[in-house]
């Protein structure tokens, strides 16, 4: 769980730093059971009067705890630079991650190729392709009568969705997710970079490829971008990649998992939501909501006052996009899955100009799967709740949900 204290404090407390704001836990730690990862954020939140904390673990670093500073973190490039979008910073030449590690002004550059691979108008074009695959999918295994959802479902539609936008093979799909994963929820630091060395060497000669032989899919798009009138370096053009990977091959997946998981162990909501399949479109904005599941980190440029309290230059803050959405200042009753509630901003996909460009896919993927799920199989439950983990990391997941229903 999030506030659980790792064995001994890896960092040690900067002079400027107020004794009281000093809380030691692991912002990346795990937790038992589908939904105590989110209740312990909440209860984090809520137990503590602060408005931002500094934990001595990965490094040390601030948190903003509040759903304003939250956003704050988000939406200020000039205060929060996202050089360094995780903890802890890495030491030495980083991979140039295009828009994720990216500040204004070249990050227009990058955001114009990722709009426009994310469009609304490409979505509705693959909508029928998704419900197809997930169609398949379901029925793969409807007959059964049990799964793993995360294996069967969740890792594959997503993904196979994602690779068919940037022209990868579907036979790599787990390849490319095993190290995507290691990206965002490595063991340590060293897990992490060598994840991204691997899936480095794995897509640099396919932009070699892109930018002799271009297409029309994004990863030739990254090939021929232009920032400012240059292209990109072969380091540029393959870490914008990765950064696609990160988006594509995981982000959605781990949403999926968590908003099933919540049906499962609620059967009310679930028979509502078969009874009346048009409250679909607010399950979907209340499931994106109350399951919010990424934590970025920024870089403070120079010394400012952030909600009260003095932070330092190239001091590192946390922004849990959950803590937005659970604000209870915010949304009351957060914890609550309310199909009646009007969700307006969220902090799920981020915000401001690095906002997930993906969210509109995410949001079709959601609502496609609840649809065609719910239609044939309509009564599930977990498995067993207790055989349930949550690993947490700069996108947090479930490695495994299974379910059983009953059969004709």
């Not at 990868?168 to 787990?174: A, I, Q, S, T």
């Not at 997946?253 to 009346?276: D, K």
Request: charged share 20%; proline share 7%; with cysteine.
């Amino acid at each position: 769980m999030p506030p659980a204290a790792s064995p001994a404090v890896d960092h040690a407390i900067p002079a400027h730093v107020p004794p009281e704001l000093v809380v030691d836990f692991d912002i990346y730690g795990s937790s038992v059971g589908s939904d105590d990862y989110l209740i312990a954020w909440s209860g984090l939140q809520q137990k503590l009067g602060h408005r931002v904390i500094w934990t001595p673990r990965n490094g040390g670093h601030w948190v903003a705890l509040r759903g304003p500073g939250v956003l704050a973190v988000f939406n200020d490039p000039i205060r929060f630079s996202s050089d360094s979008f995780g903890v802890p910073v890495a030491e030495g030449e980083q991979i140039p991650l295009g828009a994720l590690i990216v500040d204004p002004p070249e990050h227009q550059f990058y955001r114009v190729f990722l709009d426009k691979g994310m469009s609304l108008l490409v979505v509705r074009a693959n909508e029928a392709a998704i419900r197809a695959r997930a169609i398949a999918l379901i029925e793969g295994f409807q007959a059964r009568g049990q799964c793993d959802f995360v294996k069967e479902f969740a890792d594959v539609l997503p993904l196979s969705v994602f690779l068919s936008l940037v022209g990868l093979p579907l036979e790599d799909r787990e390849m490319l997710s095993a190290w995507t994963a290691d990206t965002v929820r490595g063991a340590d630091l060293a897990a992490r970079e060598a994840a991204f060395s691997s899936l480095a060497a794995y897509l640099d000669p396919i932009i070699d490829e892109r930018r002799v032989n271009p297409g029309d899919d994004m990863f030739s798009a990254i090939a021929t971008l232009k920032v400012d009138g240059r292209a990109l370096t072969q380091a540029e053009a393959v870490g914008a990649a990765i950064h696609l990977c990160m988006a594509g091959l995981d982000t959605v997946a781990s949403l999926l998992v968590f908003v099933i998981a919540h049906l499962a162990r609620h059967p009310e909501l679930r028979r509502e939501l078969v009874a009346a399949p048009e409250k679909i479109p607010n399950a979907v904005a209340e499931g994106i909501r109350r399951f919010a599941i990424v934590i970025m980190s920024r870089r403070v440029r120079a010394d400012i006052e952030f909600e009260g309290v003095g932070l330092k230059a190239n001091d590192m803050i946390s922004a849990p996009s959950m803590l937005y959405n659970l604000d209870p200042d915010i949304y009351p009753n957060p914890l609550r899955f309310d199909l009646n509630r009007r969700v307006g901003k969220v902090a799920t996909f981020g915000d401001g100009i690095h906002r997930c460009p993906g969210a509109l896919l995410g949001r079709a993927e959601l609502t496609i799967t609840l649809q065609e799920w719910l239609k044939r199989i309509p009564d599930f439950e977990l498995v067993d709740e207790k055989t349930l983990k949550v690993i947490g990391g700069i996108v947090a997941c479930m490695e495994h949900l299974p379910l059983r229903w009953p059969t004709a």
